[in-house]
């Protein structure tokens, strides 16, 4: 059973199960098969005899799965495996985001997953969620989506409690099928962020040992770790859990300009002794920040501009505040670092470190 339909890593996996000897495959996911590329797969499928049944059903719905699973019953093979692929994004910022747009999104791997669990049989060889690196690192702009896939690597360990099979796969960027296929200019943002790409023949190498260890070996596998780039990668990659992932590629030893480290950038504001000396070194340091996360040469900014005028936009502004926050112990409003140019935030943050200190 693959629930989640036939987007680009769904008619993928699909088509590689057929190649690995299933001979029944079952189809799930909410709206059926309505795109042109769906049903080619299937066609395709049945053309190599492999028996396909389709159900349009929600899975966060309990009911739904019961009545789906009973009407199966009739008409296919016991069920030997799931591979749990269901998902709604959402992209708004957990400040800005509905009870309603949380529960969307939470709905197919939270519930969804529950239900699974619940309805399907015990014997099953293999219980699959592919979930995301996401749930380990986190997302600014995809909070409820990070958060089921959290759920799902525990979830994983719970059932590997009960003595029933599982893993959660946890996903990076997959590179040329699906979304991040389409749109390069996000693929290469991610790479430079710290994330590592993965095509879909790797893909579905890690969907084989994924499956062969359902009992055995880790319950989660975390997937799509890149390289660690000081200024550069996501500012989440500078928690205590990933302290291993950044002394990797630090260079161990090797100098680097103090501007250009967060320890170094700390050491030299605290060196300021008034506010003007402090704007002109938080200045530099937005300046580099966000000629590297935008990739333009930093003197392409002019520090009187707006930061908005070189594309910085509500999912950078986060990176922004985030990186402020921890660099320089400060607090600025996303709305403030869109709307003001970069000499008006670095006098700002200046003040409230200056202020800081004073008290």
């Known amino acids: 059973m693959l629930v989640g339909g036939l987007g680009g890593i769904g008619r993928e996996v699909a088509l590689w199960m057929a190649q690995n000897g299933a001979k029944s495959l079952i189809f799930v996911n909410r709206s059926g098969l309505s795109k042109y590329e769906s049903q080619m797969t299937v066609r395709n499928l049945v053309e190599k005899g492999i028996q396909i049944t389709t159900r349009a059903c929600d899975i966060s719905d309990e009911t739904a799965v019961q009545q789906m699973l009973h009407d199966l019953s009739y008409c296919v093979p016991p069920i030997r495996g799931l591979i749990q692929a269901a998902m709604v994004l959402n992209d708004v910022h957990i400040e800005n985001m509905s009870l309603d747009e949380y529960r969307d999104v939470m709905g197919p791997k939270y519930h969804g997953t529950w239900n699974l669990h619940r309805h399907l049989p015990t014997d099953l060889d293999f219980f699959l969620m592919l979930s995301s690196i996401s749930g380990v690192i986190g997302n600014a702009t995809q909070a409820a989506y990070a958060s089921g896939c959290t759920f799902m690597d525990a979830f994983a360990s719970h059932r590997r409690s009960l003595d029933l099979p599982a893993v959660s796969l946890d996903l990076g960027t997959i590179t040329d099928v699906g979304y991040l296929a389409e749109n390069k200019d996000l693929a290469t943002k991610m790479e430079r962020q710290g994330f590592q790409g993965t095509d879909t023949p790797t893909l579905l190498s890690l969907i084989q040992v994924a499956i062969s260890q359902s009992t055995g070996g880790g319950a989660q596998l975390?997937?799509?770790?890149?390289?660690?780039?000081?200024?550069?990668?996501?500012?989440?990659?500078?928690a205590p859990l990933f302290a291993h992932f950044r002394y990797k590629f630090?260079?161990?030893?090797?100098?680097?300009?103090?501007?250009d480290s967060m320890e170094g950038l700390k050491i030299e504001l605290d060196a300021a002794k008034t506010v003007d000396q402090a704007t002109v070194i938080i200045r530099d340091a937005l300046s580099r920040k966000i000629a590297s996360h935008l990739s333009i040469p930093v003197e392409n900014i002019n520090p009187a501009n707006p930061v908005s005028e070189y594309g910085v936009d509500s999912h950078v502004a986060v990176e922004l505040r985030n990186w402020v926050s921890r660099s320089m112990n400060c607090t600025i409003p996303i709305l403030e670092i869109l709307a003001r140019s970069m000499l008006e935030l670095s006098h700002k943050i200046a003040s409230q470190r200056l202020e800081g200190k004073s008290e």
């Open 222 to 238: 975390v997937t799509g770790l890149g390289q660690w780039k000081e200024m550069e990668s996501l500012g989440n990659f500078d």
């Open 250 to 259: 630090q260079g161990h030893g090797k100098s680097t300009a103090l501007g």
